[in-house]
């Protein structure tokens, strides 16, 4: 079956990096274009980072020259390094996947917590 397993969240202090991964399984994904998505408390879910099956790559403009979307279509894993992080990226990560040539077909993950604060 489809999944998305994120890992790679925790605690990190203002200024620290941290490495997010998420393994897909279940899918095509080199046919899929993969982006991050966080959701802090009482928030609504919001778009961090976009890579398509090309691998051109968009970002919010709160992460942009911090974070870094990357994919490896071998090891069907999307990866999200942030940099330079502040007390407001504290949030869920999530993962999502979406078929390249269609709208109703996509995959979100469960999350994966990142909390930063000293």
């Known amino acids: 079956q489809v999944q998305l397993v994120e890992s790679g969240g925790g605690l990190v202090q203002p200024g620290g990096s941290l490495r997010l991964s998420c393994a897909a399984s279940?899918?095509?994904?080199?046919?899929?274009?993969m982006s991050w998505y966080r959701q802090a408390p009482g928030k609504e879910r919001d778009f961090v980072a976009l890579i398509t099956r090309a691998g051109i790559k968009n970002y919010a403009d709160s992460v942009k020259g911090r974070f870094t979307i990357s994919r490896d279509n071998a090891k069907n894993t999307v990866y999200l390094q942030m940099n330079s992080l502040k007390p407001e990226d504290t949030a869920v990560y999530y993962c999502?996947?979406?078929?390249?040539?269609?709208?109703?077909?996509?995959?979100w993950g469960q999350g994966t917590q990142v909390t930063v604060s000293s």
């Open positions: 279940g899918f095509t994904f080199s046919n899929y274009a």
């Open positions: 999502y996947a979406k078929l390249y040539y269609s709208s109703s077909v996509y995959y």
